[in-house]
């Protein structure tokens, strides 16, 4: 539903195969602090603060399931349409309508990540953004974008029509979950992970380093990016002996599953499949299958459990 409804890795890890992270871009994806557009003069910074202030406290009579409290941000006649095609007509039937969702979707919470603000005239306002929607801890979130047309009725802005559209479509917001700091071990070494969102790109950034007492260790780098010709999420990996590899990434809703390929150092190619769940806020499982080396195929590896030591922004 939408905002004002409801809204590389291959990790070639294993036995023989060393660690590697591999896998149209839609207008990068900036948080309202970093825009530099400009905005009619007819908006002053009050406004715009004003505009972001409803986005916040939608946001948090989300996580409260406060139905009325949602209701009493729109217009008495406003129009929220959801990607379906679905469109909710009046203030009341709003109402109703989170009413019932939030009873039948306990916990679900809900982030507005408000990207621009225009006022086409002094009392019009347009709002656009995405809306990242999680059900629970275990599940993982998705992100669809909306635009939300604002009044200024009485000296207060109001909603008076929102729409949501392109649902199913990669977005990079969909792995900021992963950001930050994670470890793990792999038999006898310490392996370790960190993420970042490039602040000037439309990427997310990499980097992993695998430990084993008595050598040197291990490391390599990850670009994580949608793909400008399939626009879909792919991940680009490479370690610092030369073996290199890329990932196509796709979600089914509880997993991200990676189809990734890649050659190690000594020219020998390697495929495999990556199964990504979340366990926790903090905490992820990954497992590798149909692994194969050169012209042998590889057991599949049990599931392994990374642990988040710090989060990442």
Not at 42 to 58: G, L, P
Not at 102 to 114: D, H, I, Q, R, T
Not at 139 to 163: C, F, N
Not at 195 to 212: C, L, N, S, W, Y
Request: contains cysteine.
């Amino acid at each position: 539903m939408n905002r004002y409804l409801l809204a590389g890795s291959a990790f070639l890890v294993g036995v023989a195969v060393t660690i590697t992270y591999s896998a149209q871009a839609e207008v990068p994806s900036r948080r309202l602090a970093a825009i530099t557009e400009p905005i009619a003069q007819a908006a002053d910074n009050a406004d715009r603060d004003a505009i972001v202030k409803t986005a916040r406290d939608f946001e948090a009579a989300f996580v409260k399931g406060d139905a009325k409290a949602i209701a009493a941000m729109h217009t008495t006649n406003a129009e929220s349409r959801d990607a379906g095609g679905r469109t909710l007509r009046g203030r009341e039937t709003i109402e109703k309508t989170y009413a019932e969702a939030f009873k039948a979707n306990p916990g679900a919470k809900l982030e507005v990540l408000v990207l621009s603000v225009r006022f086409p005239s002094r009392d019009l306002a347009v709002e656009e953004g995405l809306l990242r929607l999680s059900r629970g801890p275990q599940d993982l979130p998705m992100t669809t974008p909306y635009v939300a047309v604002h009044v200024r009725e009485d000296g207060q802005w109001k909603i008076a029509l929102t729409s949501e559209g392109a649902a199913g479509q990669d977005r990079l917001e969909d792995l900021d979950w992963l950001l930050g700091e994670w470890t793990t071990k792999v038999k006898d070494s310490d392996v370790k992970f960190s993420f970042v969102r490039d602040p000037k790109k439309a990427q997310i950034t990499g980097t992993f380093t695998r430990t084993v007492p008595g050598k040197e260790p291990l490391a390599g780098s990850i670009r994580i990016a949608l793909d400008p010709e399939t626009g879909r999420i792919r991940s680009w990996g490479f370690e610092d002996d030369g073996a290199h590899s890329q990932s196509l990434w796709h979600c089914d809703g509880k997993s991200w599953v990676l189809d990734g390929r890649g050659v190690l150092a000594d020219g020998t190619p390697v495929a495999e499949r990556i199964i990504l769940r979340r366990a926790s806020a903090d905490a992820i499982t990954w497992q590798a299958v149909d692994r194969v080396l050169g012209d042998t195929m590889l057991a599949d590896m049990p599931p392994m459990r990374l642990t988040r030591i710090k989060a990442g922004k």
